[in-house]
């Protein structure tokens, strides 16, 4: 099995990183992709920590070290790709790790702030000759269907990638199931964490969950999100 898991860390990390860390540590995924990751002294003691559980590939983007950011860890060989032409103000939003079966983007989407990171991907960067893996944080969803009410900005920009062959893994693996990956102060719950894998690659999806115990512990305010392929 090959797993891969997504997570939004919230702001860093902070004084939960020594937790963060054994979490990670408990399933040692293959890959890990993480969003709101920061270039600070957090940051660094963070990828210390994965380079000695055996993340030697390490994907980190050239933001501010107050700016939440996307990255990419792997156990094994990978090619990194950064993208500073992908919005003039989010290039640090999208990475990617290139591996010979398949490339593994790691997102990490601003919530409600005009990007063009959907149209980076739709519109280009996934005319790619291998298929793709879209993880992480995407702050946004199917309005009526991945939230109760309908305040999700890029919907539509979903559709798009849906258009461009490429599949929300958890929905093909669980259906209309209602589950979310993150909650407001008022309990309203939201769908914002996402796996979107091209069709291609659907034969090889054994599951596609959220780990929701590691938010209920106080891990970050998002429930991180595995994939396992079958290999």
């Given at each position: 099995?090959f797993?891969i898991l997504?997570?939004?860390?919230?702001?860093?990390g902070?004084s939960?990183?020594?937790k963060?860390?054994k979490?990670i540590?408990s399933i040692k995924?293959?890959?890990?992709?993480?969003?709101e990751f920061?270039?600070?002294?957090?940051?660094?003691?963070?990828?210390t920590?994965l380079?000695?559980l055996?993340?030697?590939?390490?994907?980190?983007?050239h933001a501010?070290?107050?700016?939440?950011?996307?990255c990419l860890?792997?156990l094994y060989?990978?090619s990194?790709?950064l993208?500073p032409?992908c919005?003039e103000?989010y290039?640090?939003n999208i990475?990617?790790g290139r591996?010979?079966a398949f490339?593994i983007?790691?997102v990490?989407f601003?919530h409600?702030?005009?990007h063009?990171?959907?149209e980076?991907?739709?519109e280009?960067e996934?005319?790619?000759?291998?298929?793709?893996i879209?993880?992480?944080?995407y702050?946004?969803?199917?309005?009526?269907?991945d939230?109760a009410?309908n305040?999700?900005w890029?919907?539509?920009?979903?559709?798009?990638?849906?258009k461009k062959?490429?599949?929300?893994?958890f929905?093909h693996m669980?259906?209309?199931?209602k589950e979310?990956s993150?909650?407001?102060?008022?309990?309203n719950?939201?769908?914002?964490d996402h796996?979107?894998i091209s069709?291609s690659?659907?034969?090889?999806?054994?599951e596609?969950?959220?780990?929701?115990?590691w938010?209920e512990?106080?891990?970050?305010?998002?429930?991180?999100?595995l994939?396992?392929?079958?290999?």
């Open positions: 099995m797993d997504s997570w939004n860390i919230r702001q860093g902070g939960r990183l020594t963060i860390v979490a540590e995924p293959e890959v890990l992709a993480l969003s920061r270039n600070n002294k957090s940051g660094l003691q963070l990828r920590s380079l000695r055996g993340y030697r590939y390490q994907v980190v983007s501010d070290q107050d700016v939440n950011s996307a860890f792997s060989p990978c990194s790709s993208f032409k919005d103000t290039d640090h990475v990617c591996m010979p490339d983007y790691s990490y601003p409600k702030k005009k063009k990171l959907f980076f991907l739709t280009g996934l005319q790619a000759d291998q298929p793709a879209i993880v992480g944080d702050n946004t969803g199917k309005n009526f269907i939230q009410g305040s999700f890029y919907s539509e920009q979903l559709a798009a990638l849906e062959g490429y599949a929300d893994a929905r669980h259906g209309d199931k979310y993150w909650f407001s102060h008022q309990g719950g939201y769908r914002y796996t979107y069709e690659l659907l034969p090889f999806v054994s596609c969950k959220y780990l929701q115990q938010r512990d106080g891990l970050s305010d998002h429930a991180p999100m994939l396992t392929l079958k290999v």
